[in-house]
């Protein structure tokens, strides 16, 4: 049973561009989580996805973030026009729909904007 | 967004000590997880607390749910080379499909 998986692992944008970030779930897994991770800190949430809805989107920028869960394929985190600030590592954990498992991260993706 | 406190930021020790980190909330939380990271790679969870008081152990680690809601420790006992890294405490309010509040984590380093 594969993990969580992410990819690109590395990805290098430079400012203005647009970033996407994918994130396939373990297999059964109808639950997805984003969480942001700058340098020497800790993670931060951003966003729970569902298949095809946003639960909960309280730690998501204003602004030129975005995510989707479509009922087919991975789930993305969209960034445009990407700043210097954007640059950290992109995490994903998904967790089953029913019972009391814990969620599972994936090993992230690196943006650098340069 | 709130981060949770932990101590101390950094820590290095001999292989064989024992290790104490703490971790603490302005708020109250219903669930308390530790969390192991190595560079480049994801958080592993290394073990989750669910009741207040509650002390549970995971091999060499264990770990307790203060009493208050409000704080957790996680201690390590005779550490090995394998031990170096980052922890992260995180705590949750609400079920399992809930967010997370992560703290700042304690790096480790461990020497021969």
């Known amino acids: 049973n594969a993990g969580v998986m992410q990819n690109p692992r590395h990805l290098v944008r430079r400012r203005g561009q647009e970033a996407r970030l994918r994130c396939s779930p373990m297999?059964?897994?109808?639950?997805v989580y984003w969480y942001r991770q700058l340098p020497e800190e800790g993670l931060k949430f951003m966003v729970y996805?569902?298949?095809?809805?946003?639960?909960?989107e309280s730690g998501m920028p204003k602004e030129r973030f975005s995510a989707e869960f479509p009922k087919e394929g991975p789930s993305i985190l969209r960034i445009q026009q990407v700043v210097r600030g954007d640059s950290a590592a992109y995490f994903c954990a998904s967790s089953p729909p029913v019972g009391d498992t814990e969620a599972f991260f994936g090993q992230g993706t690196r943006l650098t904007v340069v | 967004g709130q981060q949770l406190n932990q101590s101390p930021q950094s820590m290095f020790i001999q292989e064989g000590e024992d290790v104490s980190m703490n971790c603490t909330s302005s708020?109250?939380?219903?669930?308390w997880l530790w969390y192991k990271q190595d560079p480049g790679e994801g958080p592993v969870l290394l073990i989750a607390l669910y009741k207040a008081g509650e002390l549970t152990s995971n091999g060499r680690l264990t770990a307790q749910f203060g009493i208050t809601r409000k704080d957790s420790f996680l201690n390590i006992s005779a550490s090995i080379p394998s031990d170096v890294g980052i922890y992260f405490c995180?705590?949750?309010?609400?079920?399992?499909?809930?967010?997370?509040?992560f703290g700042t984590g304690t790096r480790l380093q461990v020497t021969l």
């Open positions: 995180a705590g949750r309010f609400g079920g399992t499909a809930s967010k997370l509040t």
């Open positions: 996805l569902q298949k095809e809805n946003i639960i909960d």
């Open positions: 708020s109250i939380f219903n669930t």
């Open positions: 297999k059964g897994h109808s639950h």
